[in-house]
């Protein structure tokens, strides 16, 4: 099976993280998202003891809340003693709500308003990532109108190209993230961040993109950043504390995805950036990473309700489902894939099907061409694999179809972390 808390039992049904998929759907309905809890704990200690053994104690995986945002999983990365990279006042909220410490928060974004920046440093989040110029002119008045000094770290491009899709790309030159090191605007930027009186600049963040596999792209960057912070100092005698590589690390959607061993890039990155740092003369920094999705991707499974089959001959056949783009857009929007299982049966005659939602719009699809029992029929259940990262976020109420539950796996139990939406909760804000 694609990850181990995925099981066929020899009834032919489906178990996730030892429980009846089946079960599960007929408790708390369909569409459902399932998390499975023990294996979000199980990611986030392979961070932190791969960061303890390499980088040492000071050094901190934030978890990259866009992948999956609730609170009960910010009670989790509090529990684990993880720290949090947000990007929004909504983030934020959900983790302070959440009882998680405000100075463990990194608060990022491009586009930070008065309002957003106002609401982060009044809730004393730790750090602010920086990514541009009007940002680093706008949070030192609104400092200064405080009376704080606010920890920052400035967001850096390092001009890498880490081979993913291109919408998830952050890390090339002319990305709208960060301000590169290539056109010099990187020194400057640091320069001006210097001279700000209510900010402490404690290092530098980039982030080159999203479901890498390529195994030195990390190895890259922290040559590039590491270079760039000899040049710092070299040219403006500061010594960085901090270094951010961001978050990126792939994940296994299908069975021809590699694995990655990520203690094992973690080490090696560890081991380059104490190499290069040691050429250069340099005490290496307090190490950080923001891992999202393969902290909680393969912690999810969608379970669906068939709703109709269709079969057009010549052509292809249909699996309509209770869900679709709204609460998975994923294939739409980047063409990702997916595994695919019907969660009661699995011998039998198989055929093709694309798996779509109800969305009135064709290009609703789950995902194309899978392989289902031939008979697969209204009523059966399926499931979708590796829901866990970007599925539950950025789902929509898109034909105001309300949002499925989040419902929690934790050793043999179950719980509500998100109940579903009703018809009612999207129609409040509505005059
Ligand atoms: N840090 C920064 C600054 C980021 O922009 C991201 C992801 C992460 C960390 C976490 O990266 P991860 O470890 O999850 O790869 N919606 C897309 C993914 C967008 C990722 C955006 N940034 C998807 O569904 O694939």
Do not use: W
Not at 45 to 63: I, K, N, Q, V, W
Not at 181 to 206: D, I, N, P, W, Y
Not at 273 to 299: K, Q, W, Y
Not at 318 to 330: E, F, K, Q, S
Request: hydrophobic share 40%; proline share 4%; glycine share 10%.
């Amino acid at each position: 099976m694609l990850c181990d808390n995925i099981r066929r039992e020899t009834d032919g049904k489906l178990s996730f993280a030892g429980q009846s998929v089946c079960a599960l759907a007929d408790r708390y309905g369909t569409p459902l998202y399932l998390m499975d809890e023990d294996r979000i704990r199980q990611n986030c200690r392979m961070y932190l003891s791969a960061f303890r053994e390499h980088f040492g104690d000071g050094a901190l995986p934030l978890y990259a809340g866009k992948a999956a945002a609730f609170r009960q999983m910010y009670r989790i990365m509090a529990e684990e003693g993880m720290g949090v990279d947000a990007v929004s006042p909504g983030e934020i909220a959900t983790a302070l709500s959440a009882g998680f410490p405000a100075e463990r928060i990194y608060y990022h974004g491009d586009g930070k308003t008065d309002a957003d920046i106002a609401f982060a440093l009044d809730r004393g989040v730790g750090c602010f990532i920086v990514d541009n110029g009007n940002e680093l002119v706008a949070l030192n008045e609104a400092a200064a109108e405080r009376g704080v000094k606010q920890k920052i770290l400035l967001r850096i491009t390092p001009g890498i190209d880490p081979h993913t899709y291109k919408a998830i790309n952050t890390g090339a030159v002319d990305v709208k993230f960060g301000v590169p090191v290539e056109t010099g605007q990187a020194m400057e930027f640091v320069r001006a961040a210097l001279g700000m009186k209510q900010l402490s600049l404690a290092g530098l963040h980039c982030h080159v993109g999203s479901m890498v596999f390529d195994e030195d792209v990390f190895l890259r960057t922290a040559e590039l950043m590491a270079g760039f912070m000899a040049e710092v100092r070299d040219e403006l005698g500061v010594v960085f504390e901090e270094l951010n590589l961001g978050g990126g690390y792939g994940v296994r959607y299908v069975d021809a995805d590699p694995a990655a061993d990520i203690p094992a890039r973690i080490g090696e990155v560890a081991a380059r950036l104490r190499t290069l740092f040691g050429e250069n003369d340099l005490p290496l920094p307090r190490f950080l990473m923001e891992p999202g999705r393969s902290i909680v991707a393969d912690a999810g499974m969608t379970v669906y309700t068939v709703c109709s089959v269709k079969r057009i001959p010549g052509y292809k056949s249909y699996v309509i489902t209770d869900g679709g783009m709204t609460d998975n857009p994923r294939y739409c929007l980047y063409g990702a894939a997916y595994t695919v299982l019907h969660a009661s049966r699995h011998g039998g005659l198989r055929a093709i099907f694309d798996l779509a939602g109800r969305c009135c719009e064709s290009g609703d699809i789950i995902q194309p061409a899978i392989s289902l029992p031939a008979g697969t029929t209204r009523g059966d259940r399926i499931a979708v694999c590796t829901t866990g990262a970007y599925n539950y976020a950025m789902a929509s109420n898109y034909n105001r179809f309300p949002r499925p539950p989040v419902v929690m796996l934790r050793g043999g139990e179950s719980y509500l972390a998100v109940r579903r939406e009703t018809v009612e909760d999207v129609l409040a804000l509505d005059l």
